[in-house]
């Protein structure tokens, strides 16, 4: 059995205004090389949640080592406040990915995770489907323990369900 890999992020759902501080933060000369203090002072992150936001953005494709990636560059430049739907496709095609980059798709995607599985092939053989269907489908891939699967679910299908900017 494949492991899930969606534990990357903590606890912490993506939310494109934390993603935004990552990567200004990102822009600047010290990356996010810099201190844990530091990085928290300049993005306003608490100390917990400073590491998962910044996988976030480095599991988006727009992070690499520490600083902006090209795409990265380009979206901080175009797209600030990360509001274009090309901003959303491209974060959407390397989240695909999980954490291999841009590397050929294997033959079963559950290989790669709970990501890459939904996308390359739950979603295509279900157009519409509950909760519970993906649930079940995972609880038959993925090693993890049965209850923490549909938990950590909960964050692919809130990364596409919910209003990820909030302007407050």
């Known amino acids: 059995m494949a492991k899930l890999q969606l534990h990357f992020n903590g606890n912490f759902t993506f939310k494109k205004e934390e993603v935004k501080r990552i990567l200004e933060t ?5 990356g996010l090389k810099d201190s844990l203090e530091n ?4 993005t306003g992150l608490g100390n917990a949640k400073v590491s998962p936001i910044k996988n976030w953005a480095i599991r988006a494709g727009l992070i690499t080592e520490n600083y ?4 990265g560059k380009t979206v901080l430049k175009y797209d600030p406040y990360l509001q274009s739907i090309i901003t959303d496709w491209l974060m959407h ?3 695909s990915f999980g954490d291999k980059g841009l590397n050929s798709i294997p033959e079963n995607p559950y290989d790669w995770g ?3 599985y939904f996308i390359y092939d739950f ?5 519409s489907f509950t909760k519970n269907n993906l649930d079940e489908k995972c609880l038959n ?3 993890e323990k049965r209850e923490e699967i549909p938990k950590r679910l909960n964050f692919i299908l809130r990364t596409y369900l919910e209003k ?3 302007n407050n």
């Open 141 to 143: 891939l993925f090693e």
């Open 164 to 166: 990820a900017y909030d």
């Open 26 to 30: 990102a822009s600047q000369k010290e």
């Open 93 to 95: 095609f390397y989240l």
């Open 39 to 42: 990085l928290m002072s300049k």
């Open 68 to 71: 902006l990636s090209p795409e």
């Open 123 to 127: 979603l295509p053989q279900n157009l």
């Open 114 to 116: 709970g990501w890459t």
